[in-house]
């Protein structure tokens, strides 16, 4: 098994990827790299293409021309199970099963112990919670079990769609703070968000519009580049210096 990912340091390798979907072409042809142990940050409007790109990485969706690498194996590859976990913006969990019980649930599916299970509940702050039914809990509460899930099997990348949508802010600068304890401890983070002000929170960035990407790289990278006071205001100035052809 060659792992042709790891040479250059990066967890995935986006080579024009083109989605279609009907008619409609949903991204035309993206090229993206994702570094390891990072953090980077997929922003833009709703509808701009991020859970179809993130869908593509974590291998659910047809694509129509390109390639995409994970920790050097396609896309998808049965091996990448363990190695890849994904967090859809709609928690999954079982309202009928306790914290506990989901979690090791999902454990059995990756093959890993109760070691895995308790770590878990652990880093996303439930071990209060733990025997209580994910139905009689607050919304936050499930997107932290639905979180859990994809971290038993600790994987080295973790693909996060959405995570804080509806959160209070208090629970999402927790969530943040796990997200850079992971990071610190090697794991790939890709985060998808629509709120800007979370753009400071990543070591990288990708913004992204109708379907292509406007710049990619570091948040002062990014506001070097346009002469913007924040990452709202870079997205704006790549908007209006992007010719309208390019983008739509």
């Known amino acids: 098994m060659t792992d042709i990912a790891d040479p250059t340091g990066l967890a995935v390798v986006v080579d024009s990827l083109r989605v279609e979907r009907g008619r409609a072409t949903v991204l035309p042809g993206l090229d993206l790299e994702v570094p390891r142990g990072s953090i980077t940050g997929l922003l833009g409007p709703s509808g701009c293409g991020k859970t179809t790109l993130m869908r593509a990485i974590v291998g659910v969706q047809i694509v129509a021309a390109g390639s995409v690498t994970v920790l050097g194996r396609p896309a998808g590859a049965p091996d990448l199970r363990r190695r890849v976990g994904y967090v859809t913006q709609a928690p999954s969990v079982y309202n009928d099963l306790s914290v506990l019980e989901?979690?090791?649930?999902?454990?059995?599916?990756?093959?890993?112990?109760?070691?895995?299970?308790?770590?878990?509940?652990?880093?996303?702050?439930?071990?209060?919670?733990?025997?209580?039914?994910?139905?009689?809990?607050?919304?936050?509460?499930?997107?932290?079990?639905?979180?859990?899930?994809?971290?038993?099997?600790?994987?080295?990348?973790?693909?996060?769609?959405?995570?804080?949508?509806?959160?209070?802010?208090?629970?999402?600068?927790?969530?943040?703070?796990?997200?850079?304890?992971?990071?610190?401890?090697?794991?790939?983070?890709?985060?998808?968000?629509?709120?800007?002000?979370?753009?400071?929170?990543?070591?990288?960035?990708?913004?992204?519009?109708?379907?292509?990407?406007?710049?990619?790289?570091?948040?002062?990278?990014?506001?070097?580049?346009?002469?913007?006071?924040?990452?709202?205001?870079?997205?704006?100035?790549?908007?209006?210096?992007?010719?309208?052809?390019?983008?739509?």
């Open 102 to 248: 989901n979690l090791r649930y999902f454990a059995r599916i990756v093959g890993v112990g109760e070691d895995h299970v308790a770590r878990a509940v652990d880093q996303v702050g439930l071990s209060d919670h733990a025997g209580r039914l994910a139905g009689r809990l607050s919304g936050g509460q499930r997107a932290r079990v639905s979180l859990a899930s994809a971290l038993v099997g600790r994987p080295e990348l973790l693909v996060l769609d959405e995570p804080t949508v509806g959160l209070d802010p208090v629970l999402r600068r927790e969530l943040w703070t796990t997200f850079h304890e992971l990071a610190r401890a090697g794991t790939t983070l890709l985060v998808s968000s629509h709120v800007m002000d979370e753009a400071a929170r990543c070591d990288r960035l990708v913004l992204m519009r109708d379907g292509r990407i406007l710049d990619a790289g570091t948040p002062s990278g990014l506001l070097d580049r346009t002469g913007a006071e924040d990452i709202e205001g870079a997205f704006l100035a790549l908007v209006t210096s992007t010719p309208k052809e390019a983008i739509a």
